[in-house]
């Protein structure tokens, strides 16, 4: 009788899920709603633009503190300089990644030193970058109690995830207040 293949414990997850957790589409590809690709787009775009640039990507990556190339952004688009939010819906809505975290993925963008965390100097440049402006001490200690979900003081990628996951809940649900669109 075969064994079946270890699972592979996500960074920063103390073994409780794995990339097999993660939903799957009619493909068994990574899930992607369009809600999600709604969002990224007007962020990467920029408010009511028809096409992100490989420019302007590069800037807003650069904003969370990720600096791409714009050869290895013209990578991401295929060899082009923009992608439409229709060629962005067509390679992500139906696709067929398998043993990928895109959660888990995003939140190494903010771990920098790849301790598990997400440092208090990444979260006050981001909001900065941003254009939120500086934090104060107090409004960075509301941010963590909020953010940290299981009270270590620190948000990792239990906190990130399910920071995430509540946004999805707030969009489903009218009336709530949401974050500008930048």
């Known amino acids: 009788m075969k064994t079946p293949p270890k699972r592979k414990a996500l960074p920063g997850r103390k073994g409780v899920a794995s990339v097999e957790d993660v939903p799957k589409n009619e493909k068994g590809g990574v899930l992607v709603r369009e809600e999600d690709i709604s969002s990224a787009f007007k962020f990467l775009a920029g408010g009511d633009s028809t096409k992100i640039t490989s420019k302007r990507l590069r800037e807003r990556m650069m904003l969370i503190g990720r600096d791409y190339s714009l050869h290895e952004i013209r990578l991401l688009f295929g060899g082009k300089d923009t992608m439409t939010r229709q060629q962005l819906n067509d390679f992500l809505l139906e696709n067929e990644v398998t043993g990928f975290d895109p959660i888990a993925h995003a939140f190494l963008t903010f771990d920098a030193s790849g301790n598990g965390f997400i440092s208090e100097s990444i979260i006050r440049n981001v909001y900065r970058n941003l254009g939120y402006g500086d934090l104060s001490k107090e409004e960075y200690q509301i941010l963590i109690e909020t ?17 995430l996951h509540s946004s999805h809940q707030k969009e489903e649900s009218p009336g709530e207040n949401k974050m500008p669109d930048l």
């Not at 953010?147 to 920071?163: E, H, N, P, S, V």
């Open 147 to 163: 953010a940290d979900l299981d009270k270590d003081g620190k948000i990792g990628l239990d906190d990130f995830r399910a920071l």
